[in-house]
């Protein structure tokens, strides 16, 4: 599947700018879909997170916008605005809002 419609190929756009914040809830936009991987974006709410889970692939995730704690097999990691973490596969891993935040996942599958 190509880029998602919203996006316009060859114009630059915001990366925070085109998701959300929504009360109480994690909001996702995936803006790429191909067989080799996903660019998703997200906005989470103060307190909202993911619970810990596992992926089969790698996965770089990059702070747009406030903090979050990335925790990968049990060790926590603050991080803020500009911060990317990797995350491997088959790793367990969770997220959670220190405070509101947005951020890009980039699942890389081959």
Request: charged fraction near 25%; proline fraction near 5%.
């Amino acid at each position: 599947m190509p880029i998602k419609k919203e996006i316009a190929t060859g114009q630059p756009f915001s990366l925070a700018g085109s998701i959300g914040y929504q009360k109480g809830a994690v909001v996702s936009k995936t803006i790429v879909m191909k067989d080799a991987g996903t660019v998703t974006l997200f906005s989470f709410d103060k307190g909202e997170g993911l619970s810990e889970h596992t992926a089969p692939y790698d996965a770089l995730v990059i702070i747009l916008d406030g903090r979050a704690e990335v925790r990968i097999s049990g060790k926590a990691h603050l991080l803020q605005a500009g911060d990317a973490i990797a995350m491997p596969a088959d790793k367990p891993h969770a997220l959670k809002a220190v405070e509101r935040f947005k951020m890009m996942l980039v699942m890389v599958k081959a």
